[in-house]
């Protein structure tokens, strides 16, 4: 008969018999837990806002061409919190492309990120739809709050340089910023 053990079995292995297949599904249980914070993974990026500091308002088309959301074409990668720091190139919107970004734990709190000084190609030419020959050095300073384990917000201040007086839309400060409000999902 399956099952049974045969009669000459010492009394200690009848005892432990009903005990083995617990044993045996305690045993192949993963031990594995996830480690502790937010994880890594894909993102997608999006543009809920663009605030132009500088030019009145003329370079917030560049990244919201309709005014509605803009959704990027590259997802990021973003590190998770046993990550940090980490260097990494991310794709910002045409016409910026790729920068190089170092995310650090933000001296916000817990729960953010920073990555500041993110320098995109030289001499783009920012708006050559409405500013032809508008060539700008700038770099990208990132903030993002994670909001639980599959979302962030935060946003992306493009501090722009070298705008020539004579291609470019007037700048009304010293200080050339481009503000732009994301939203950031796990793919």
């Not at 700048?171 to 950031?184: G, Q, S, Y």
Request: charged share 20%.
């Amino acid at each position: 008969m399956a099952g049974t053990l045969p009669p000459d079995t010492p009394v200690c292995m009848k005892r432990l018999a009903p005990l083995v297949p617990l044993l045996l599904l305690a045993a192949c249980a993963s031990t594995s837990e996830e480690p502790p914070g937010f994880q890594s993974g894909d993102f997608s990026v999006t543009t809920l806002s663009a605030t132009d500091m500088c030019t009145g308002g003329s370079f917030e088309t560049v990244f919201m061409p309709t005014g509605d959301s803009q959704e990027w074409e590259s997802a990021w990668e973003l590190p998770g919190e046993a990550d940090i720091p980490w260097v990494h190139t991310e794709d910002f919107p045409d016409p910026f492309g790729e920068a190089q970004l170092t995310f650090e734990l933000g001296d916000q709190g817990e729960g953010w990120y920073t990555a500041l000084g993110g320098a995109p190609p030289t001499a783009v030419e920012i708006d050559p739809a409405n500013a032809p020959g508008c060539f700008v050095d700038g770099t990208f300073d990132t903030y993002l709050q994670i909001i639980d384990s599959n979302a962030l917000t935060g946003s992306t201040i493009l501090h722009l340089e070298s705008l020539d007086e004579a291609t470019c839309p007037a700048a009304e400060t010293e200080l050339c910023d481009v503000k732009l409000d994301l939203r950031l999902q796990r793919i």
